[in-house]
């Protein structure tokens, strides 16, 4: 069994991996002779997210929104060849979904679940408070006052886009 501890670095890795791995990865589908002899090492030994679940619930823009969603699915995705884990994702259609989602993926038995965007703000503050022993990661918001189990990823875009001579 996993310890709360190690579960929630590790959970809040997977977090972080989702958004920038999928951001920065590759569209090259080249593999190397390299590359496969290391991912055959990698698989006789143990992944560090064996045994974890990591659960997404998009907002209604879907995994292929070329955005958010579409980038924190990639991070998993990643996260699942990488780290081991096993990942799950449930696309919202509408607002009403969100609530109903999150309950499916704490029944389900997600060790965190990341939601995508702040519309689902509310849905995932409920969820985080209803379910102490699951960790939340919310893309594009954050939880004031802090949430224990819950963490919110923002980004300082404005940095990034401006130009400074």
Do not use: H
């Not at 969603?69 to 990639?74: H, L, P, S, T, V």
């Amino acid at each position: 069994m996993i310890k709360r501890k190690g579960l929630k670095s590790v959970a809040l890795a997977i977090a972080a991996f989702s958004l920038i791995a999928g951001a920065c990865g590759s569209d090259s589908d080249t593999v190397t002779e390299e590359t496969t002899a290391e991912a055959t090492e990698e698989s006789t030994a143990a992944l560090p997210g064996e045994g974890i679940l990591a659960c997404q619930v998009t907002d209604t823009g879907g995994v292929d929104d070329k955005g958010f969603n579409q980038i924190a699915y990639k991070g998993l995705q990643d996260a699942e060849a990488q780290l081991g884990v096993s990942i799950d994702v449930l696309e919202s259609t509408t607002d009403a979904d969100y609530g109903p989602n999150l309950q499916n993926f704490a029944d389900k038995g997600c060790n965190i679940i990341v939601t995508v965007g702040f519309l689902l703000g509310d849905a995932t503050r409920e969820a985080a408070e209803a379910n102490p022993n699951i960790d939340y990661a919310i893309v594009d918001s954050a939880f004031d006052p802090p949430i224990a189990n819950a963490r919110g990823l923002l980004f300082a875009t404005d940095q990034s886009s401006s130009l400074q001579l």
